[in-house]
């Protein structure tokens, strides 16, 4: 299993990034996927949740309510990509995003992507 994400960076308060996590080495769509940041100093907190598509389209997700309204996580099976729209980025959202899966009883995480949010 590998997670390898992308599209970290520095913005400004009130602008936006795009994650990105291509996943290789399992059965992507038959897993959920989940974004994690920590901040200095922190700990590791989920910031949203994606389930697999089962046997249709319609997929759940679930996000920490600091992040309600302002980011979205979506999934490209055929892309086995994870994606997490940030908005109206805030100085608080600063931390190493992490994307994470549960694959045959063990959890893997990819090496993060960093996002600082200052003026």
């Known amino acids: 299993v590998q997670l390898v994400e992308s599209g970290g960076g520095l913005v400004q308060p009130g602008g936006s990034l795009r994650l990105s996590c291509a996943a290789s080495?399992?059965?992507?769509?038959?897993?959920?996927m989940s974004w994690y940041r920590q901040a200095p100093g922190k700990e590791r907190e989920l910031v949203a949740f994606?389930?697999?598509?089962?046997?249709?389209?319609?997929?759940?997700?679930n996000y920490a309510d600091s992040v309600k309204g302002r980011f979205t996580i979506s999934r490209d099976n055929a892309k086995r990509t994870v994606y997490l729209q940030m908005n109206s980025l805030l100085p608080e959202d600063t931390a190493l995003y992490y994307c994470?899966?549960?694959?045959?009883?063990?959890?893997?995480w990819g090496q993060g992507t960093q996002v600082t949010v200052s003026s």
């Open positions: 994470y899966v549960h694959v045959r009883w063990r959890d893997y």
């Open positions: 080495g399992f059965s992507f769509s038959s897993y959920d």
């Open positions: 994606i389930t697999s598509p089962g046997g249709n389209t319609n997929y759940a997700t």
